[in-house]
């Protein structure tokens, strides 16, 4: 009787222990092992709790007038999808660093935006979360094809593009009138009809941002073949030698005429002899300019531009660490929807990601300026390296093109040390 009374005693006790203590679960090393498989498939998961109803944490790079725009939208989008969220605003010349230490440790936001060309990237080292699976993948289709192809890789789509700019060639339309042209220039007795009418007029040609790679190489791919660092390396292994005699002296005769800046070079709307009649600059600033101008509409030129090969793209990712997924979707869903994309374009100039609202703001603008007919804004050729290897290699001459831009080197030079560089 002894021993049965001891094994009472022992079921009384434990019961009693099972009720003053309803926060113990006898699951919890089953549940601490599910999790643990979730951290092993998802390297960079989160130490937030995931009890929790945490707010979604958004990460941008953006400059601050920008960002206020962005923040602005971001709430709406936010109360409108029910969705909590805080936004976090990094400079954007150390936004790289910031993100690759944070996803180190595994305290990464939820929602990031990412240059589109570095979604790959980010998504080879099982950073990003796989948006096939979310709520997204419906809206995903009515992208444009070029950007979504940025952020696919081994058969997901990592990325949801938000919006992108493009690099343009400006011209005032008089000015090319005069030079005997009725659009702007592809060949090389085209740019010398405008080199001399620029002679006669006692004015420098062309204005560019030599600090901006990607503006000053997308200017040099314009030309016939192209003379930008990427294709010239290219061009070591290939037979062009002919084609490149040709594209080295017509750099050299367009380099006297070029004026250089460290900044945003400023376009005339207006036919003063302070600016020039040519610009390279990306779409944004082209477009803001001109809206700032508070010159009278009726003296203002006609103004023709096309776009350069070099396309900036940026896109929202969700982060493999997100506990938050179903909701950072949802709110990526109202950012990116047809509202939200032209309220974005209107305050910004960055074109939508949306191909229907793309085609709408791009017959507007053809309607406004002289663009050539049936462009696209993104190449047609096939792009011989993927865009961060591209990236990688126009960094690395950048130096080179600077060099030739100021006049410190000849053409020749300038391709002789890229071709000769291993």
């Not at 809206?291 to 030129?301: A, C, F, K, P, R």
Request: net charge negative; charged share 25%.
């Amino acid at each position: 009787m002894k021993r049965r009374h001891q094994v009472v005693l022992f079921a009384v006790l434990l019961l009693s222990l099972t009720i003053l203590s309803p926060s113990f679960d006898f699951r919890g090393s089953q549940l601490n092992q599910e999790r643990d498989q979730e951290k092993d498939t998802f390297p960079g998961s989160s130490s937030r709790n995931e009890d929790a109803q945490a707010p979604l944490e958004i990460v941008v790079a953006m400059p601050d007038e920008e960002f206020q725009a962005f923040q602005k939208i971001a709430k709406e989008v936010a109360a409108s999808q029910l969705v909590e969220i805080n936004l976090r605003n990094e400079k954007p010349d150390t936004y790289k660093r910031v993100l690759d230490l944070e996803f180190s440790l595994g305290e990464n936001g939820d929602v990031v935006l990412l240059d589109s060309e570095e979604v790959q990237y980010y998504a080879k080292k099982g950073h990003l979360y796989p948006l096939n699976g979310t709520t997204l993948s419906k809206s995903l289709g009515e992208t444009v094809a070029e950007l979504r192809g940025m952020t696919e890789w081994n058969g997901y789509q990592w990325g949801m593009p938000f919006d992108f700019d493009s690099y343009i060639l400006a011209a005032q339309s008089s000015f090319l009138k005069k030079a005997g042209l009725e659009t702007l220039p592809h060949s090389k007795d085209q740019w010398t009809k405008l080199t001399q009418q620029s002679i006669a007029e006692g004015i420098p040609l062309i204005s560019m941002n030599m600090n901006d790679m990607s503006g000053t190489s997308a200017w040099l791919n314009h030309f016939e073949p192209g003379m930008a660092p990427d294709l010239v390396k290219r061009s070591k292994i290939s037979s062009q030698t002919g084609d490149l005699e040709q594209g080295i002296q017509l750099m050299d005769q367009i380099q006297p005429h070029i004026k250089v800046q460290s900044t945003n070079p400023e376009f005339s709307p207006t036919t003063d002899q302070n600016g020039t009649p040519m610009v390279v600059s990306l779409l944004s600033q082209f477009l803001s300019a001109e809206q700032v101008s508070t010159v009278d509409q009726d003296s203002l030129e006609r103004i023709s531009f096309e776009t350069l090969e070099s396309v900036k793209s940026r896109s929202l990712v969700i982060t493999a660490g997100s506990v938050e997924a179903e909701e950072a979707s949802r709110w990526i869903e109202g950012m990116t929807s047809a509202t939200t994309q032209l309220k974005w374009y209107q305050q910004t100039n960055r074109l939508p990601a949306k191909q229907q609202e793309l085609d709408m703001e791009s017959e507007k603008l053809a309607g406004y300026y002289d663009m050539t007919k049936g462009q696209s804004w993104f190449s047609t050729e096939d792009v011989p390296t993927a865009p961060a290897e591209r990236h990688a290699v126009i960094t690395h001459f950048h130096k080179n093109v600077q060099q030739f831009l100021k006049g410190e080197i000849t053409a020749n030079q300038y391709v002789d040390s890229i071709r000769a560089t291993n």
